[in-house]
């Protein structure tokens, strides 16, 4: 069974910075590119970034653009996100998604998505 896990949420001021990592069990992330989404209660889940894994290309949704960054460490089969310039308004559970990058469209679109993680809850409070 294919599991992406994601951690480093946490609670940071804003203003702050925070590092997210997304490691694969049972698959090999050279083959996938790779999806960071965001949810709060009560809404839809917000596609934010993705990257390929052919060539490293990224996408981000304006709401991030600037701020957070994303890439891969295939060494370690982990993708990050990199989060800085916190706002309350980026609180959220993240999420990465996997697909196949033979499939990979640089969507945003969280149904396109085969293989998902349990999410990390990132505060952004003083």
């Known amino acids: 069974q294919i599991e992406l896990a994601e951690s480093g949420g946490g609670l940071v001021q804003p203003g702050g910075s925070l590092r997210l990592s997304c490691a694969a069990s049972?698959?090999?992330?050279?083959?996938?590119?790779i999806g960071w989404f965001r949810q709060v209660p009560g809404k839809e889940r917000e596609g934010i970034s993705c990257?390929?894994?052919?060539?490293?290309?990224?996408y981000y949704a304006e709401s991030v653009k600037g701020r957070f960054t994303t890439s891969r460490d295939n060494a370690k089969n982990t993708v990050y996100l990199q989060m800085n310039s916190l706002k309350p308004e980026d609180a959220a559970v993240y999420f990465c998604?996997?697909?196949?990058?033979?499939?990979?469209?640089?969507?945003?679109?969280?149904?396109?998505?085969?293989?998902w993680g349990q999410g990390t809850q990132v505060t952004v409070s003083s």
């Open positions: 998604a996997a697909v196949p990058q033979f499939e990979f469209t640089g969507s945003l679109f969280e149904s396109e998505y085969d293989f």
């Open positions: 049972e698959i090999n992330l050279d083959y996938f590119a």
């Open positions: 990257i390929s894994s052919r060539d490293g290309s990224t």
